[in-house]
């Protein structure tokens, strides 16, 4: 598997068999991302031009990419993906005869979306969405990631210390942010702090193969450049 951080809130993954774009912007915000490839475009949230700047991705094969924006469990190519409802209040009060209240389990709009995604063996936890600490089903789909991509320093994300919260919990061998401004980005800092691992120099990109993953070692935080 390979990664590249092309900006702002997107990447890309690439796999043996297929290609997978997260959150491209609008052209009009950001300038052009250079057209990358894909056969799959993930939007993590749905209402924001920053994450649905669709038609900037260029097919990878003869057919369009395949858009998902919301929670829902799919198979593209051997590709895996699994999203989660990233802002769902898990319960609603609802009226009842006589007037009492009750719990309803009744959905609300999911506007934000994480994605858990198996690729090339690589388990691969993407919490792009997260507007709080995961719930129950949270915990249970991403505790297996060995790998987590979190967003860092970006206006509307979790902070540091919630995030590195949430990444305690999933225990993962891999950490990779992106977002930030600098290998002396404040968060950025924050985060490696509070994981208790160090700041290495950036690449530009990373590749992982399941041989990479450590999983009784320390957490590895690797950072790769933004791709131009």
């Known amino acids: 598997m390979e990664l590249n951080w092309l900006g702002n809130s997107s990447l ?107 690729i090339d063996g690589v388990s691969v936890g993407v919490l792009s969405g997260l507007t709080d600490v995961l719930n129950s089903s949270g915990k249970d789909l991403f505790g297996s990631s060995q790998v987590i991509l979190c967003p860092t320093g970006l206006n509307g994300t979790l902070p540091s210390a919630t995030m590195s919260r949430i990444i305690r919990d999933i225990n993962p061998a891999v950490v990779i942010p992106y977002g930030y401004k600098g290998l002396e980005d404040e968060e950025l800092v924050t985060l490696a702090n509070l994981l208790g691992t160090t700041i290495s120099d950036s690449t530009n990109g990373i590749s992982l193969t399941t041989r990479d993953i450590v999983s009784d070692g320390p957490i590895q935080l690797l950072l790769t450049n933004a791709k131009n």
């Not at 690439?14 to 915000?29: T, Y």
């Not at 699994?82 to 006589?98: C, H, L, N, R």
């Not at 009492?100 to 506007?111: C, D, F, R």
């Open 12 to 118: 890309r993954l690439r796999g043996k068999d297929a290609s997978i774009v997260i959150d491209p912007w609008a052209k009009n915000l950001h300038g052009t991302m250079g057209r990358p490839k894909a056969h799959i475009i993930l939007n993590s949230h749905r209402n924001n031009p920053l994450c649905t700047g669709n038609d900037q991705v260029a097919p990878a094969g003869n057919e369009d990419p395949i858009i998902f924006d919301r929670p829902g469990e799919f198979e593209v190519s051997g590709v895996q993906i699994e999203g989660y409802a990233s802002d769902t209040k898990s319960s609603q009060i609802q009226p009842v005869d006589g007037g009492q209240p009750s719990l309803s389990n009744k959905p609300s709009t999911e506007e934000k979306t994480s994605w858990f995604i198996q």
